[in-house]
């Protein structure tokens, strides 16, 4: 009886330590609530980079937020170690990625989530790092570099686009500017 006890205690115990605990992310969503956002959630069943349980909330019915679930903060740790600092690449060991975002990634992570928004809506941006801290990977934003003064809006996205991306803006420029393969010269035959 006191095996059986014993091997019950036991199986409670492996299965407890491998749920996922969703109490930061409840947390995260009534907080955001609170701040005035609508929130739809949906279950995504396969990830496309990240290996935590994926929930992408829609915020507002326009912008999307996808939220990683783990074990526990080791296993999001590790998994944010793979996540370049730009959040263009994931390298883990067994599978690189490398990510074109539709706009630029910030990743921000609390307890045992990672919280990626792809966007420029300064006020989610705000709202995370007031809920979780301050982004760990992804695009940084000009608040960031008080010196930097640029009246011109598609300019300042430029310029810190360079700063940012510098090996990036290269490539770019050398595929759509020289559109003839890097060392051919370009002719004026038609």
Not at 16 to 43: F, P, Q
Request: some cysteine; overall charge negative; proline content about 4%.
């Amino acid at each position: 009886m006191f095996a059986i006890l014993c091997i019950t205690i036991s199986l409670l115990t492996f299965i407890g330590c491998n749920r996922i605990s969703y109490d930061a992310y409840e947390e995260l969503v009534g907080n955001l609530e609170n701040m005035g956002y609508t929130i739809e959630v949906k279950d995504i069943e396969e990830n496309e980079i990240l290996v935590g349980k994926q929930k992408r909330l829609t915020l507002n019915k326009n912008e999307r937020i996808s939220v990683y679930l783990y074990n526990n903060s080791d296993s999001m740790e590790k998994d944010a170690s793979y996540i370049s600092s730009d959040g263009f690449s994931y390298n883990h060991p067994q599978n690189t990625v490398l990510v074109e975002w539709a706009a630029p990634p910030h990743f921000f992570n609390s307890e045992n989530m990672i919280i990626l928004y792809v966007g420029e809506n300064s006020e989610i941006i705000h709202a995370l790092e007031e809920l979780v801290g301050p982004q760990f990977a992804g695009f940084r934003y000009f608040n960031k570099q008080p010196n930097l003064v640029v009246h011109d809006t598609l300019f300042q996205d430029y310029i810190v686009l360079i700063e940012l991306y510098e090996t990036r803006i290269i490539f770019y420029n050398q595929m759509h500017m020289y559109p003839n393969k890097p060392g051919r010269e370009l002719s004026d035959e038609k």
